[in-house]
């Protein structure tokens, strides 16, 4: 459960606090006869020391902010089914193992059960917002009615929206998810090698 305003109030008063992270890419380096027809990168050295200039020894992630842009992202289209969305999930994660390198542990949360307060907050919410989305369906479905009509041609139906309140403690998405994280976690700890280089413990509470 979040505390209201403490983010804002964390920067007001350690406005030093927000760091900007560095991210060592690949360099990308012509091939053989120089035209840039044909290309290829030079991985990252990570053995090398962190370009943020600091060794991390934990990383923590709380993993529903990283759920909720993944499958459902503000600023682009929703994924089209779950596996690209857990594929989304992964990405994101390795990419932030890649930027801190963390050398003892990883841990990795997922939320749980609210409090009843809470609980209540977001149901709220989420009522409404299921709410205005039938709405909007119900506008839209009369302004195709309406354009037929006039002989217009109407826009191609969307298809039905993802429901994002799936993202909750006890659902069978979740519980999908933390299927999906016990796998990839196994996975990258026995055949990544940036993984395995690190050494870091990894923990799972789900």
Request: proline content about 8%; overall charge negative; some cysteine.
């Amino acid at each position: 459960m979040g505390v209201p305003t403490f983010f804002r109030w964390l920067c007001t008063r350690y406005p030093k606090v927000i760091k900007d992270a560095v991210e060592k890419a690949c360099i990308e380096v012509p091939g053989e006869g120089g035209d840039g027809a044909n290309t290829y990168d030079i991985p990252v050295d990570f053995e090398e020391p962190n370009p943020n200039g600091i060794e991390f020894d934990n990383l923590y992630l709380d993993l529903n902010g990283i759920i909720h842009p993944c499958c459902h992202p503000e600023d682009g289209m929703t994924p089209e089914n779950e596996d690209v969305m857990f594929l989304n999930i992964m990405r994101y994660v390795d990419r932030l193992v890649r930027i801190v390198r963390p050398r003892k542990l990883l841990y990795v949360a997922i939320d749980g059960v609210a409090p009843r307060a809470k609980m209540n907050q977001q149901r709220a919410r989420r009522f409404k917002a299921a709410q205005e989305a039938t709405e909007q369906m119900r506008e839209e479905e009369k302004l195709r009615r309406q354009m037929v009509k006039e002989g217009r041609e109407p826009p191609s139906k969307k298809g039905v929206p993802w429901d994002s309140n799936v993202i909750t403690p006890g659902t069978p998405f979740l519980d999908r998810v933390a299927q999906m994280l016990q796998w990839y976690i196994s996975d990258r700890m026995t055949n990544d090698p940036l993984w395995q280089l690190l050494g870091f413990r990894c923990i799972l509470s789900d």
